[in-house]
């Protein structure tokens, strides 16, 4: 256990606090979508906001039937809008600060669905920032709003506070020796559920896997995040425990695999998306264990450039690099290229 870094830096990668909130005085989105005067309350709701939110600072507005499918499936892949969101285009928008910390989505299931992003392992200030933007948001148009039953949503399971918080966890440890249906077991248990990096149906890209709260109704915002917390550090440290292991059962074996995986990413010519996730996951592997470097050397920093890399070599993010559209055998000729760069400036051996 002794190369193990026990922190949660090398386990939590990201944290959100996301509120779904609706305006009092205008159709829910499924309604406002039918209305004949859809487009002109929908306009309304977003020159309102877009005239709150850029005020406090600098955002970007982004109207869904004005931007292009490569802008969108960017927005898409960062997180920053979903595909609902782009279902209802002609009543649609988001706000997007300029970091991409923060990102407003109008009419989408609900009216707004607030997002706040933060590195690492830090709900509660993610919750006291996106609080702000809440408040600022409701004192331009009143939310709907219930004395007894809280946030008034769209979809039953969001009324109450109206709060997912979610961590972002790096979890190869656990993923690959199979011990994840006992943990999502027992998390469903706690009203807790775990799904892929991009949310609900999808898949654990990266070894990547999000921890959230189910429940919203009959408790408090900073209970749910308590809630959250606990289970988090529980699952962090089996994750540290189980690296532990992995490193003591598996020896030369493990540090074959990791040094594989960072020759390939420092020397490919062509590498698809699948293949590269899953090198960056060894890598991340190898970093969090001590095989590259000093022990501890860097280690949190390596770890967050690695994991933008994984951002940045999605499709449509290798598009918006490049300024312009490839195909299959591009994209991955592209990929190669920008990433063998990137591996070998890090210079994880010295």
């Known amino acids: 256990m002794a190369a193990v870094a026990l922190d949660y830096e090398s386990v939590a990668v990201t944290?959100?606090?996301?509120?779904a909130r609706n305006f009092k005085d205008y159709p829910f989105p499924a309604r406002l979508f039918r209305d004949p005067h859809a487009e002109e309350q929908a306009g309304e709701m977003i020159h309102l906001l877009s005239a709150e939110l850029t005020s406090l600072e600098d955002f970007t507005l982004y109207e869904m039937d004005g931007i292009s499918p490569e802008l969108a499936a960017f927005l898409q892949e960062r997180n920053l809008i979903s595909r609902d969101?782009?279902?209802h285009r002609g009543i649609a928008a988001a706000l997007v600060s300029k970091d991409e910390c923060i990102s407003v989505m109008i009419n989408e299931e609900d009216h707004i669905r607030e997002q706040y992003f933060l590195e690492g392992f830090d709900l509660r200030r993610a919750y006291e920032r996106i609080a702000g933007i809440d408040e600022i948001i409701s004192d331009s148009i009143p939310f709907a709003y219930d004395a007894e039953f809280g946030y008034l949503t769209a979809c039953p399971t969001n009324v109450g506070t109206g709060m997912r918080a979610s961590v972002m966890l790096f979890l190869p440890a656990l993923s690959r020796r199979g011990r994840m249906k006992r943990i999502t077991s027992d998390l469903k248990r706690l009203g807790l559920t775990v799904r892929g990096a991009s949310g609900e149906g999808s898949g654990t890209e990266g070894e990547l896997f999000q921890v959230s709260n189910e429940v919203t109704l009959?408790?408090?915002?900073?209970?749910?995040?308590?809630?959250?917390?606990?289970?988090?550090?529980?699952?962090?440290?089996a994750e540290l425990l189980e690296r532990g292991r992995m490193k003591?059962?598996?020896?030369?074996?493990?540090?074959?695999?990791?040094?594989?995986?960072?020759?390939?990413?420092?020397?490919?010519?062509?590498?698809?998306?699948?293949?590269?996730s899953q090198c960056i996951a060894d890598v991340k592997l190898g970093v969090a264990l001590g095989y590259f470097g000093r022990d501890g050397d860097r280690r949190d920093d390596r770890m967050q450039e690695l994991d933008q890399l994984l951002t940045a070599m999605r499709p449509a993010s290798i598009e918006r690099m490049n300024g312009g559209t490839l195909d299959e055998t591009g994209q991955c000729a592209f990929r190669a290229e920008?990433?063998?760069?990137t591996i070998r400036g890090m210079e994880l051996f010295y």
């Not at 020896?251 to 590269?276: P, T």
């Not at 920008?338 to 760069?341: H, R």
């Open 338 to 341: 920008y990433v063998t760069k």
């Open 218 to 237: 009959g408790v408090s915002e900073v209970e749910l995040i308590k809630g959250v917390e606990q289970s988090v550090r529980v699952i962090v440290e």
């Open 85 to 87: 969101l782009l279902r």
């Open 248 to 276: 003591a059962e598996e020896g030369i074996a493990l540090k074959d695999r990791v040094m594989r995986a960072y020759g390939l990413l420092s020397n490919c010519c062509l590498i698809g998306l699948s293949e590269f």
């Open 15 to 19: 944290s959100r606090i996301r509120l």
